[in-house]
């Protein structure tokens, strides 16, 4: 052994006693190591080690959520016969909701906020500092959901299991703002990568939603939490668990105008899911009952739909798969449909029906107290509306419909015009599919309904209420970063004030000992009468031809607007721009004055905060 490994063993043996003899938290010996080569690596080799390692953990639990739902689903579908299903249909869905509600309240204390709006919350409001709780919470709620049959997706439960893992390796760490915000968004690439067995499309759901407004220019640790988390997927899961499909027609670009179709239905149908989800939210918010009778509602209608119609039952990606193979008859003998008997009539209905109901029972799920996502149901339905659409072409007598081009396509419009992510849908299709030759008629499709979505909503309906009050980050990023200052630390308290009937000599001692600029004049209560500006009164105050007629009164200007103390800093910067005023008062709802904020200590601040989020 040479020297310098003897210097950096006896290095690594010092710093190992120091952190056990005076860590406030007696950490485990692998924490020893990590923080041991915290110290020694560079920020960039650190990250990557960090990426790697947030990115298996976030791939073991999204391979872990997946199987225990998959095998789940396994027994009711393929071991029992559709008669007796039927008991499942009634008793699992109903109980899923109850318990996972019961779960919530009872185990981890009524802390039910999910899916990616909270994350994109911790992002801008709390420093990218997720719960430890979250680490785990989200398995065990969207597990039991799911896998009783609720009519909704794993993949946000993953994402945000994932930002949560991230986020607690960087909390423990020490890690900045910035990195702990590439390390949450990591985590969540992981967990969306190992769900799809799509790192491309893992990148893309952080680029283009999580980190939406965020500048960052140092993004290897999310390729490698990407590639970790689909290479355990890989691994780990068996080929029937993946979201993948092998059945697919070449491209021709003859069938374009069936893609322009296909893209504008997709636009319609997204409109239609998050109509639906609305209404649905808005229902169990408003209607006055307790959160269990909310929960057995849902349970209860989720039940129904289930029994009705059994692809309604879990995430539904069966069905699709059954769908591109060519084994409809199946999914349609394992439902009452199969006593009608298997005709072309027929089958249009069925699926046009899973389409318009996928966005219901997902609604409900996710609403009435259940766990989980918009993913599956939106890829559902897609599949669903392409697969409906391929065969009213068949049987309007065109020949040559790309069955499971349409199935395939569908489902990455459906999911970009409901989660407003064109880029996240086309490479995951594009991976799940080994559908490379499909880009064509997947960008097609997927912009199409995505400007469609748009038009009726600029903002994802998801997150329209906290972008509205400023909770999350959005493209402008400039709004961001203002967003972030609060009032309350902008205003300069260490001000010069006057009464409104003070005499001349008063006001001419404050300007002799003063160091402030302005002055603002309040009456007996403290509430704003108007301001005076040093520069104006100086020439009057050494002029003895109009001294003695000086009064407070005559000497004041009312400020052309005044700041609320509940105001926002955007609508602050707001005022500043249109007064041109480089310092404006502040004061209370009843008029009470309290300080002025300058434009100066804005964009100080601004500056500190642009320096802060920029990497």
Known sequence: ????????????????????????????????????????????????????????????????????????????????????????????????????????????????????????????????????????????????????????????????????????????????????????????????????????????????????????????????????????????????????????????????????????????YARYFVLIARYVDQFFHNIKITRIQKAMLGGAILSVLCVLYPPLFGEGYDTIKAITNGQIHTVIENSFFGFIGYREWVVVVFVIVICLLKAFSASITIFSGGNGGNFAPSLVAGGSLGYAFALLCVQAGISDVPVNNLVIVGMAGVMSGVLYAPLTAIFLIAESTSGYDLFIPLMLVSVISFLMAKWFSPISPDLQKLAGEGKIFTREHDRNLLSLLQILDLIDKDIQTIQVNAGRDELAELVRTGKRNMIAVVDENKRLAGIISMDDIRPLLFNPEVYDMLKVSSLMKVPTTVISDFDSVVSVVKKFDETGAWNLPVVKVSGEFVGFISKSGVLNSYRQLLRAHSG
């Open 1 to 268: 052994m040479n020297k310098s490994s003897v210097k950096k063993f006896y290095n690594f043996l010092k710093f190992r006693r120091d952190f056990t003899r005076y860590s406030l938290n007696k950490a485990r010996s692998y924490e020893i190591v990590l923080f041991w080569l915290k110290n020694v690596l560079t920020r960039s080799q650190f990250l990557i080690l960090s990426g790697i390692l947030v990115g298996t953990t976030c791939g073991l639990a999204g391979v872990l959520l997946k199987s225990l739902v998959h095998y789940i689903h396994y027994v009711i579908t393929y071991k029992v016969h559709f008669e007796e299903q039927i008991l499942f249909y009634v008793l699992f869905p109903f109980l899923g909701i109850v318990i996972t509600t019961l779960v919530v309240i009872f185990i981890f204390k009524g802390q039910d906020k999910k899916g990616i709006p909270v994350i994109l919350y911790e992002i801008a409001q709390n420093s990218s500092v997720v719960s430890s709780v979250k680490m785990y919470s989200q398995i065990v709620q969207s597990a039991i959901t799911v896998g009783l049959g609720g009519s909704a997706g794993l993949e946000s439960p993953i994402a945000v299991t994932g930002a949560a893992i991230g986020s607690n390796f960087a909390q423990t760490y020490k890690l900045d703002y910035r990195e702990r915000t590439l390390l949450l968004a990591a985590g969540a690439t992981a967990g969306i990568a190992s769900a799809f067995n799509a790192p491309i499309a893992g990148m893309m759901f952080a680029f283009e939603i999580l980190l939406t407004g965020v500048v960052f220019s140092d993004f290897i640790p999310l390729v490698v939490s990407a590639v970790c988390g689909s290479l355990i997927s890989k691994v780990l899961l068996k080929e029937d668990v993946l979201f993948q499909f092998k059945t697919r027609n070449p491209f021709d670009y003859h069938n374009i105008p069936y893609y322009l179709v296909l893209g504008i239905l997709c636009g319609l």
